[in-house]
């Protein structure tokens, strides 16, 4: 530990460049924090703020220390340095010594995109040696790299190679999104949950693969694909309470070449193949990492690794001990710059940071939450007892009850660990709909986390190795599928947070409280916001979220708040998880038809159940979202009509599916 005061802002704000998912952290001998401006700023992946202003000030307010306190600046690697931005910054708006000075007392810093993703796995894993791999979109724009990999020393770098481009395996996965209607940087996730729906089509796989080739001896892949022209600007599609500059910037714009290749294949299918193709290339780069190194120790960070499939198909190659930190993507990048410094200039090399709790953010007081409970004149109940509120929770959650739970120190990353969560019953596959329905509005294929005690992962997960981030999956026991199943996802993977009492102690005796009642060590746990924001930051935020009846109740601090009445949410139209299949599966059909092709090949790609689907009674709402789904995709306008189409298509090609009407999809 140092005793010197480290500031570090994510990105450099003086400069010509463009960064995403803006951070700062603060070091503070043994006091760390480190927030997102995005969870203040509400604006998803914040790229418009240009300085982590407000996050910061909420750091110095939860150390009591002014601007002036602080010993070393830690910024991004900037395209160029605008003095006379700095001059103003530091002097005017800090009330700091000005830039000029602390930049000649040695007092400002700059440190690379990747080797702060490095830093941020080194420092806070359980190992002292070993090899680092990074890999991201391509950093920043002062030096576009698209991974890093290389051998650390008593936690610091001793030789690091990298793949300078913004070209490769993490743009391949994108344009794979790209492929299924999603888009590229925001949609990832959404590719891994709807993957899981399909086997990948080998020779789909094959073709994705080609395009794909090693370089820098098997350490990276470039892929042989020009990015297309720019795509346009919708201005229809900027939502103001849930703003997102990439998604009103971009529209799906994958190269011809991928088009062309996919075309007959449903969106799950797709999905498979890319994914699939991904996770290959990352665990040969993994494998070969370590083979070369002869470093038993891997460590992994940069946006790629929030793809928590692959992070298991590498864990499970068994070639090493694989660590994978907390923000894993940029919005960890202020807090490994500052570690870099750590290392490399202050000599730590301590094993006090490994497994650092995500508890980095800041705290709300009692007092005022007791404020805004009087400003929105909520019934509540204050808890003098720690046992009876989480008692309390606990038979909430029991009986069906979906629950705000805001405690403590915020999670620094996107992943709810048990601070500004959303709890439900894991038992009930419901739990699941009543979330989507009240909260996420998610696509239906994205699955739901459970949050289990710790000393239950072995019963619950196979293979499993300490991972408190939720940055890995595991495959899920029979115990687990049978106990806990709206916490398992369909291709039996889940992505758990394993909660200790040692980093969590009030929410660890929560699920406690619930095992005692309800028999299962685990409750369903996911990120406390409504669909299209990012997790919140303040109680206000969440009282909002529970007088739109978002939540059932909002337990805070040590508040529980009720909604008041007639503010609960009605429940909705569910759609069955195989309705939304056969949606995928019937897509390819259509699209061929419209454009005039034989619909065979795409007919010979769907699967035979599915599509005999195709004979189901569609009751009003269904039809009502292959409306919406198919007016989305331009195929044509009526649903009815559309289905029509597809029937008919299918019965002109005599012979092709001889179940087309043998009985309903669903039970
Ligand atoms: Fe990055």
Redesign the pocket.
């Known amino acids: 530990m140092v005793s010197d005061i480290i500031a570090s802002c994510y990105p450099f704000p003086f400069t010509i460049g463009h960064g995403h998912d803006v951070n700062c952290s603060l070091l503070a001998g043994d006091r760390i924090y480190s927030y997102e401006e995005a969870k203040i700023s509400q604006v998803m992946h914040d790229s418009c703020s240009r300085f982590p202003e407000r996050a910061l000030f909420l750091g110095l307010r939860q150390f009591g220390i002014a601007p002036r306190d602080v010993m070393h600046w830690v910024w991004g690697v900037p395209n160029q340095v605008n003095v006379a931005a700095a001059l103003e910054f530091f002097y005017s708006l800090m009330k700091c010594e000005s830039y000029q000075a602390l930049s000649e007392q040695g007092r400002v810093h700059f440190v690379s ?2 080797k702060a ?1 490095a830093y941020l796995a080194i420092m806070t894993s359980p190992f002292a040696d070993g090899c680092f791999l990074t890999l ?2 391509g ?1 920043d724009e002062a030096q576009y790299t698209d991974s890093t990999w290389g051998v650390f020393e008593d936690r610091r770098i001793v030789s690091s190679e990298s793949s300078k481009g913004g070209h490769g395996l993490t743009l391949f996965h994108g344009y794979v999104c790209e492929l299924v209607g999603y888009l590229n940087f925001a949609d990832h996730g959404k590719l891994m949950g709807l993957a899981s729906y399909a086997e990948p089509p080998e020779e789909l796989c094959k073709e994705l693969r080609r395009y794909l080739v090693a370089d820098h001896d098997g350490m990276n892949f470039r892929l042989s694909l020009e990015r297309p022209g720019q795509s346009t600007v919708s201005a229809k599609r900027i939502r103001i309470d849930a703003y997102d500059q990439y998604k009103t910037l971009h529209q799906p714009n994958p190269p011809a070449e991928l088009v062309e290749l996919t075309k007959f294949y449903p969106a799950h299918q797709v999905a498979a193949a890319g994914q699939r193709v991904f996770e290959d290339c990352l665990c040969e780069i993994a494998a070969t990492l370590v083979r070369r190194t002869g470093k038993k120790n891997l460590v992994l960070c ?2 790629a690794f929030h793809n928590v499939c692959a992070n298991r198909r590498i864990h499970e190659l068994g070639c090493a001990n694989v660590f994978v930190p907390m923000g894993v ?2 919005e960890g ?1 202020s807090l490994g710059a500052a570690f870099s410094l750590l290392a490399e200039k202050k000599g730590a090399s301590s094993s006090a940071y490994s497994y650092l709790t995500p508890f980095l953010g800041p705290q709300f007081s009692d007092e005022e939450v007791r404020r805004l409970v009087q400003e929105y004149g909520l019934l509540c109940r204050h808890f003098e007892s720690e046992e009876e509120q989480c008692r309390f929770v606990a038979r909430s959650l029991a009986d069906g009850q979906i629950v705000g739970w805001f405690q403590g120190r915020a999670e620094l990353g996107p992943r709810a660990l048990g601070a500004r969560s959303v709890l439900a019953d894991p038992r009930a596959l419901k739990s699941k709909a009543r979330l989507n329905q009240l909260l996420k509005r998610r696509d239906w294929f994205m699955p739901f986390a459970p949050a289990v005690l710790e000393g239950y992962e072995e019963a619950y997960l196979e293979s499993y190795t300490r991972s408190p981030y939720m940055t890995m999956a595991f495959r899920a026991t029979e115990k687990a599928k049978r106990e806990i199943p709206a916490g398992i996802h369909v291709d039996g993977t889940c992505r758990p947070n394993c909660v200790s009492r040692a980093t969590n102690r009030k929410f660890y005796r929560l699920i406690e409280e619930f095992m005692a009642l309800a028999g299962v060590p685990a409750v369903l746990n996911t990120s406390f916001n409504r669909h299209g924001i990012p997790t919140i930051a303040s109680p206000r935020q969440a009282f909002e979220h529970l007088a739109e009846g978002a939540v059932d109740l909002l337990a805070i601090e040590r508040f529980v708040v009720f909604p008041s009445p007639g503010r609960e949410a009605q429940p909705g139209v569910i759609l069955d998880e195989r309705v939304f299949l056969a949606f995928e599966s019937i897509k390819p059909i259509l699209k061929a038809w419209a454009r005039g092709d034989e619909v065979r090949e795409a007919v010979r790609r769907c699967e035979p159940e599915i599509v005999r689907g195709l004979g189901l009674e569609w009751t009003a709402g269904e039809l009502r979202f292959l409306g919406h789904v198919f007016r989305r995709e331009q195929v044509g306008e009526s649903a009815e009509e559309l289905l029509q189409a597809c029937r008919g298509a299918l019965e002109a090609q005599a012979g092709l599916v001889a179940g087309l009407s043998a009985g309903p999809l669903r039970r």
């Open positions: 995109h990747h993703h991201d979109g950093g940069g946006g993507g940029d990048v």
